[in-house]
């Protein structure tokens, strides 16, 4: 289950990456907005906290695999679970500066019609 949560962490940081430099250029991305698109894990008893920048972005359930938004660092919002790590990478997608959201949506729908809100 650690392997593929870091596989998760790797591909959301390189997903964070490219937005940033969508968004603000190579150079701003690199030296000013480092911070913002850096991705740490920690791993707890219950959850592995999935952090983007200096803020928590998500949590992952460790017995089961089921990926979380946060209402606050370290409490899980069950509403909004994205599905398992597995079918999260398998299915592929794309970061929108909030959240992630599937590669088979287009692109002016956000967070809103993706992966959050849905139970899977």
Same mark, same amino acid.
């Given at each position: 289950? &650690?392997?593929? !949560?870091? &596989?998760?962490?790797?591909?959301?940081? &390189?997903?964070? #990456?490219?937005?940033?430099?969508?968004? $603000?250029?190579?150079?701003?991305?690199?030296?000013? #907005?480092?911070?913002?698109?850096?991705?740490?894990?920690?791993?707890?008893?219950?959850?592995?906290?999935?952090?983007?920048?200096?803020? =928590?972005?998500?949590?992952?359930?460790?017995?089961?695999?089921?990926?979380?938004?946060?209402? =606050?660092?370290?409490?899980?919002? !069950?509403?909004?679970? %994205?599905?398992?790590?597995?079918?999260?990478?398998?299915?592929? $997608?794309? %970061?929108?500066?909030?959240?992630?959201? @599937?590669?088979?949506? @287009?692109?002016?729908?956000?967070?809103?019609? =993706?992966?959050?809100?849905? !139970?899977?």
């Amino acid at each position: 289950m &650690e392997t593929t !949560i870091r &596989e998760f962490a790797d591909a959301l940081q &390189e997903k964070a #990456h490219e937005h940033y430099i969508r968004q $603000f250029g190579q150079e701003n991305a690199d030296n000013i #907005h480092a911070r913002s698109w850096k991705v740490n894990v920690r791993s707890g008893r219950k959850y592995t906290k999935v952090d983007l920048g200096d803020s =928590g972005k998500f949590m992952v359930d460790n017995s089961t695999g089921y990926v979380y938004y946060i209402k =606050g660092y370290g409490v899980v919002d !069950i509403r909004k679970c %994205f599905g398992k790590v597995q079918d999260i990478l398998a299915a592929g $997608f794309r %970061f929108d500066g909030y959240s992630i959201v @599937p590669l088979s949506l @287009p692109a002016h729908m956000g967070a809103r019609f =993706g992966f959050a809100g849905r !139970i899977a």
